[in-house]
């Protein structure tokens, strides 16, 4: 196979998207552009990388690919000999006839033909289906790694990358694979060896008018080389313009309720114009491409074959060669050029389909940025200490979010945390849950640095509730067993009847089988609120986390939480994270965060009663707030 | 398994004919195309006949003199179809993707149109196969499939025809094989639309899934349940395997008889055509033209498999798009404006229930008038009805009985344009784009001043925006570039109070804010709510206080209206909802 996936992108900055300053205003500035650049340029030095990742797709196939070949191999020689054998039966079986009216050397000639054309069908139809099966697997194959892949990828990765991009590579580019593999594969196997075949069997029948005709080698060589370049470019840049179509239509699908609140429709159809109009200009540029490919090849197959005839015709009057040679090589010829726009149609997908191999070798490439461990420690029944040694940590370099954090909550201890919006507060926590790593200093669970835990493992004994309560298709008992999936419907109910939801859950047209259409559009925030809690309940971890868990609910409904909480909170560490003091009432302890720094840390009614101090201050507005 | 699948679909070829208006503006192009075409046609017919002619007259005629004029007359025959299939080509390409630009325009701005019922019913997955997988499909058709069913079927007649007036009997051997090969086509066809139709669903499916592996990645992450999605994802992954290789089966089986039909023929054409010349009732070069020109049967015939493929492919394709076109927004613009609006919101015995669900209402005969000016805050359980009462008013649904009115006027006989201009809402679950924070702010309102930006902002206590690394050009993506969600919160806020509306209607918007900005944006908040309308949905009591008056919904429906310390001592029910954490706290203070 060829390796069209060399195609070094000559001038990176001439794609639109690699440079943010040609960006549409509306666009903003984001650090994604600089790493989309720095993406092409890594594609630039590891061109191989689609290569390598096709290498690896098929290396299970080895024996199945060389059994195919072996069947392509007997289907193109059943098919190649159909012309030889018109040849003969022209030239060795009109005569017997003539002279003694003996057909017998026309019937053998007809009776080869006939098994070669049944054996060309047979291996065919087994070609076919062979070839769709490792196609089906390989694509199956893709698409499972991609998908875990993006699974591990750690939360950070996807805070940059966004999810339009993470669904752009899953459909639109295994599509362009899928395509490769359903249409072009055939294509090119039997394009190469028909060349080959063809170009022998010429020769074969006579070298001077073989030689003529595969004087058009050359052209079509260097015609095709320059489609193979130019196709090249022209896929990849089709591949980044519909991955922008994409990202704009699932966000402002996914954002609708907004959008038509805001009156954004006319704007945002104003950006898909856009995107639509750059798409199809890529697109075109594509398609004319081959709008002077396919006719260049043809011109040189007519050019051949009038030269043939011309040389043909000559040599025939001189006898040099039979009626049936001639015959053969214009049907030679023709299945000469033929496959060439089968080449060129699969250099259409293949072009795709590579460039969308090098967008997913990309991804797969990236490193998790929270791996897991090489030799991991196993945690069994965590206890549920924590301890964080000077642990500093920044999203941008220079401001440093947390300077260096020392914490030790031991085990069972309920600790809420204070402070005012950018304190550092979740950043803690997405520490403690190892969302992130810290840049310096260490944290430790039970001992053990969250680095040596795998993730699995990490999770099962942390888990965390955040304000963001995404639920998934399925029903709202499965959202719920979305913490434990193995849970029977009584546990569920039980989560749901601490938490005071089971009510308003059997209220649903269908109860805990009730679907969530898309994102729960049905429920209220709170509800949501309150699946997302059961979920957590039902996980029943050692360390649970609230990052603002509560912030949707009601006042009845955050007591009822708050009940569940003192039982379910006892004997199991929890961090609060709460705007709210009502929440923090249930806490053993307060520590006040302030720039990344703990400025305040003891038992609430211990800090209140000191009477000054920033707790005691919120407590203040806190109470006159509620009036 | 998707709200979509079990819809039955339009049936094929009339959905692709009812997709036929997006060829018009490209007649010029397609009858080039044609045009083109069917001269290439006539030329691949000719250069076999001219064949014929030059090995007939060296050989049989003996003769030299013709070669020469005949193969240069060849040589242009073959340039000319060159040029010719440059033009259709070049041509094709501007109308093709023409076409699926303007649907794929049309296609977003319908759903942009479509209201909030529609889109909690639809998966995006599947909205957005449609847009990108569909719609390729029918490109491809509308440039390849749909010329080629025409030029093939004529090209074949035509051979057919010419080779019949050649030596009929052979003639008639190729014009047998026609019988067999419609039976199959028509045959696969109906199964292929079938197996072709759940193979688009499936990937939508997947996609689906795919869609929430990423969206949902925080909470899979937060449970560790990536194995969980990852196996759900390859469940599905394995089925979408097990029905493409029924469709890989199904299509292969045609394919290989498509081939093998026109290759038996060419086995016995040449069986009857040597015993022909060898009686002398054909001439040599008849029979190599004769071959030549069966030969060139071969690929038009065979292609019909792929062809038909196309066809079925986007025959589907058009019956899914068009479940989109034809959903008609049941929410459409009314023609009247308020010329000069006071924001008099009433709402007058309004009922809601969702369209799928209709015996179950979700408000009744709620009753509730806001003077111009007047703030009103909605109290109540979660669950009660209070964000889709909210979501009455700029229509992103409508009520099912009763009516909501602005100044008078029923809402529904308002422009939508104009009553959102009237109505601005802050979402408790703030929506940010992929987008500069100053595109996101000026949602609402495009030609807003910095002046006006700072404004909104130091009202929504945003200021944190300009610190943003490129200020307000910093793009502010779906989960809002690290920014808090408090600090999403008060964007959304900010863009609520920019858009400057008559109504304003605040979905539990400082849920997420701390005490001490909470009392700065409340603060602020009281400017701008003295001059408009505002229905505030509140949780705190401190939010309650921005309101004049407070209603309270209970199951569905206003049971109280009145002032908070009003309704704290006579409503048990509301100093349940709101006065709980005070007493609390009083307790232990």
Redesign the interface.
């Known amino acids: 196979m060829s390796r069209p996936t060399v195609q070094p992108t000559s001038q990176p900055t001439s794609q639109p998207t690699s440079q943010p300053t040609s960006q549409p205003?509306?666009?903003?500035?984001?650090?994604?552009d600089a790493e989309e650049a720095a993406e092409l340029e890594v594609e630039r030095r590891f061109t191989g990388g689609s290569g390598q990742l096709l290498r690896e797709l098929l290396r299970p196939y080895k024996k199945a690919i060389r059994i195919l070949v072996l069947i392509v191999v007997v289907e193109n020689a059943a098919r190649l000999s159909?012309p030889y054998?018109?040849k003969l039966?022209?030239d060795n079986?009109?005569?017997?006839?003539?002279i003694s009216?003996d057909?017998g050397p026309?019937?053998l000639?007809?009776a080869i033909?006939?098994v070669a054309?049944?054996t060309?069908?047979a291996a065919?139809?087994v070609f076919?289906?062979r070839s769709?099966?490792i196609?089906?697997?390989m694509?199956?194959q893709v698409?499972?790694r991609v998908?875990?892949h993006?699974?591990?990828l750690s939360?950070a990765f996807?805070?940059d990358y966004?999810?339009?991009r993470?669904?752009s590579r899953?459909?639109?580019d295994i599509?362009a694979i899928y395509e490769m593999l359903e249409t072009g594969f055939d294509g090119l196997v039997t394009a190469a060896l028909t060349l080959v075949g063809t170009a022998g069997l010429l020769l074969f029948l006579d070298v001077k008018l073989g030689l003529v005709a595969l004087t058009c080698g050359p052209f079509l060589f260097w015609v095709t080389n320059w489609f193979r370049k130019e196709s090249g470019k022209s896929y990849r840049v089709t591949r980044e313009k519909?991955a922008l179509?994409?990202?704009h239509?699932?966000?402002?699908?996914?954002?609708?309720?907004?959008?038509?609140?805001?009156?954004?429709?006319a704007?945002?159809?104003e950006i898909?114009?856009d995107v639509?109009?750059q798409?199809?200009a890529a697109?075109?540029v594509a398609?004319?491409l081959?709008?002077?490919f396919?006719?260049?090849i043809?011109?040189i197959?007519?050019?051949t074959?009038?030269?043939v005839?011309?040389y043909?015709?000559?040599l025939?009057?001189h006898g040099e060669v039979t009626?049936g040679v001639?015959?053969a090589f214009?049907?030679y010829l023709?299945q000469f050029f033929?496959p060439m726009m089968e080449i060129s149609q699969f250099y259409n997908t293949f072009q795709s389909a590579s460039a969308a191999l090098d967008k997913l070798a990309g991804v797969l490439r990236e490193e998790p940025s929270v791996p897991d461990p090489a030799s991991p420690t196993r945690l069994d029944d965590a206890q549920g200490e924590l301890r964080l040694e000077q642990a500093r940590f920044s999203?941008?370099d220079d401001r440093p979010v947390l300077p260096g954090l020392d914490l030790v909550v031991p085990a069972g201890q309920t600790l809420a945390l204070v402070?005012?919006?950018?304190a550092g507060k979740?950043t803690l926590a997405k520490l403690v849950?190892r969302?992130y790593d810290p840049d310096a200093g260490r944290i430790l669970l039970d001992g053990i640095d969250l680095r040596d835990l795998t993730?699995?493992n990490?999770?099962?004994a942390v888990?965390?509730?955040?304000?963001?309560?995404?639920l998934?298709?399925g029903s709202i008992a499965d959202n719920i067993r979305?913490?434990k999936?193995s849970a029977t419907i009584e546990e569920v109910q039980r989560a749901t009847r601490a938490l005071g939801a089971h009510d308003?859950i059997m209220?649903l047209?269908e109860g805990y089988d009730t679907q969530v259409?898309?994102q729960g559009?049905?429920?209220?925030?709170?509800?949501r609120q309150?699946v997302?809690f059961a979920?957590?309940f039902l996980?029943d971890p050692a360390v649970l986390i609230l990052d603002?868990a509560t912030?949707?609910?009601?006042?009845?409904?955050?007591?009822l939480v708050q009940q569940a909480l003192r039982t379910v909170l006892a004997g199991r560490t929890s961090l609060i994270i709460a705007?709210?003091?009502?929440t923090v009432?249930i806490a053993d302890r307060v520590i006040v965060m302030e720039h990344g720094r703990i400025v305040e840390d003891g038992a609430p009614a211990d800090l209140?009663a000191g009477g000054e101090g920033h707790f005691s201050d919120?407590n203040d507005?806190?109470?006159a707030?509620?009036? | 398994m998707s709200a979509t699948t079990d819809q039955e679909p339009p049936a094929g070829v009339r959905s692709l004919w009812r997709l036929r208006g997006y060829l018009r503006p490209h007649r010029t192009a397609l009858a080039i195309m044609l045009g083109t075409s069917l001269v290439g046609v006539g030329l691949s017919i000719a250069i076999p006949l001219l064949t014929k002619a030059i090995i007939d007259g060296p050989i049989t005629d003996r003769d030299i003199s013709p070669v020469l004029p005949l193969g240069l007359l060849a040589l242009g025959l073959g340039v000319l179809e060159a040029v010719l299939i440059f033009w259709r080509r070049w041509v094709q390409s501007t109308a093709v993707l023409g076409v699926e630009t303007a649907m794929r325009g049309d296609l977003y701005a319908r759903l942009q149109v479509l209201p909030m019922s529609f889109h909690s019913k639809w998966q995006s997955g599947q909205l957005l196969s449609r847009v990108t997988t569909d719609l390729s499909a029918i490109r491809r058709f509308a440039g390849f499939g749909m010329l080629f069913l025409v030029i093939n079927i004529l090209q074949v007649t035509v051979v057919t025809a010419v080779l019949l007036a050649m030596y009929w009997p052979l003639g008639l051997v190729v014009a047998a094989t026609a019988a067999p090969i419609v039976w199959l086509s028509m045959r696969f066809e109906k199964r292929y639309v079938v197996v072709s139709r759940r193979v688009q669903d499936e990937q939508g499916d997947l996609a689906t899934l795919a869609e929430e592996g990423a969206v949902g990645i925080r909470v899979i992450k937060s449970f560790g349940r990536s194995e969980h999605v990852s196996r759900q994802y390859e469940d599905a992954a394995r089925g979408l395997r097990a029905t493409s290789m029924d469709k890989v089966r199904l299509s292969a089986k045609f394919w290989t008889f498509l081939e093998v039909i026109p290759n038996l023929a060419v086995v016995v054409v040449l069986l009857l055509g040597a015993i022909g010349v060898g009686n002398g009732r054909l001439t040599p070069g008849e029979l190599v033209a004769f071959i030549t020109l069966m030969l060139s049967l071969v690929w038009p015939v065979s292609s019909l498999g792929v062809i038909l493929a196309m066809a079925q492919e986007a025959m589907t394709a058009a019956a899914r798009v068009l479940e989109i076109f034809d959903t008609e927004p049941d929410i459409v613009s009314g023609d009247r404006r308020v010329d000069q609006p006071r924001g008099h919101l009433r709402f007058e015995h309004v009922d809601f229930a969702f369209p799928d669900a209709p015996d179950e209402p979700v408000l009744r005969d709620v009753n509730l008038d806001l003077a111009p000016g007047e703030t009103v805050a909605l109290v109540g359980a979660t669950g009660s009805g209070k964000t889709i009462l909210t979501a009455l008013v700029p229509r992103l649904y409508d009520v099912t009985a009763g009516r909501i009115t602005i100044d008078g006027i029923d809402v529904r006989d308002l422009e939508l344009a104009h009553l959102r201009t009237l109505v601005a809402t802050a979402f408790e679950e703030p929506t940010l784009f992929s987008m500069s924070a100053r595109e996101n702010l000026t949602l609402g309102r495009a030609d807003a001043s910095d002046a006006d930006i700072d404004e909104a902002l130091e009202i929504a206590q945003a200021q944190f925006a300009h610190d943003l690394p490129w200020g307000l050009a910093t793009r502010i993506g779906e989960q809002g570039m690290a920014l808090s969600g408090g600090q999403r919160q008060r964007l959304a806020l900010a863009r609520a109070v920019l858009a400057q509306p008559m109504i304003l209607v605040l979905d539990d918007t400082l849920s997420a804010l701390d005490v001490h900005t909470e009392k700065l944006v409340e603060e602020a908040l009281r400017r701008v709510l003295a001059a408009t309308t505002g229905l505030v949905v509140a949780h705190r009591a401190s939010t309650v206080l921005l309101a004049d008056r407070v209603a309270l919904i209970q199951d569905g429906t206003i049971t109280h209206v009145g002032d908070h310390r009003e309704l704290l001592g006579s409503v048990p029910a509301y100093r349940e909802l709101l006065a709980a954490d005070a007493d609390h706290e009083a307790a232990r203070a």
Request: proline share 3%; aromatic share 10%.
């Open positions: 205003t509306w666009r903003g500035v984001s650090a994604t159909i054998l018109v039966g022209i079986g009109i005569d017997p006839i003539r009216g057909k026309l019937f000639i007809v033909m006939l054309t049944l060309q069908a065919r139809q076919l289906v769709g099966r196609g089906q697997d694509l199956f698409r499972r998908f875990r993006f699974q591990v939360p996807h805070d966004t999810s339009g993470v669904i899953q459909t639109s599509d519909v179509v994409i990202v239509f699932v966000e402002s699908m996914g954002g609708i309720r907004a959008v038509q609140a805001f009156r954004r429709e704007r945002n159809q898909l114009d639509n109009e798409y199809r697109n075109l398609f004319r081959v709008a002077w396919m006719p260049g043809r011109l197959g007519n050019i074959i009038a030269a005839l011309l043909g015709g000559y025939a009057y009626v001639l015959a214009l049907l023709r033929e999203y941008v402070g005012t919006t950018g979740t849950t969302f993730a699995d990490l999770r099962e888990v965390m509730v955040t304000q963001e309560n995404y998934f298709s979305f913490g999936p308003f209220a047209p259409a898309n559009g049905r429920l209220s925030a709170g509800q309150l997302a979920r957590a996980a603002e912030s949707s609910l009601d006042v009845p409904s955050e007591r705007h709210r003091l009502s009432e209140v919120l507005a806190w109470l707030s509620l009036a």
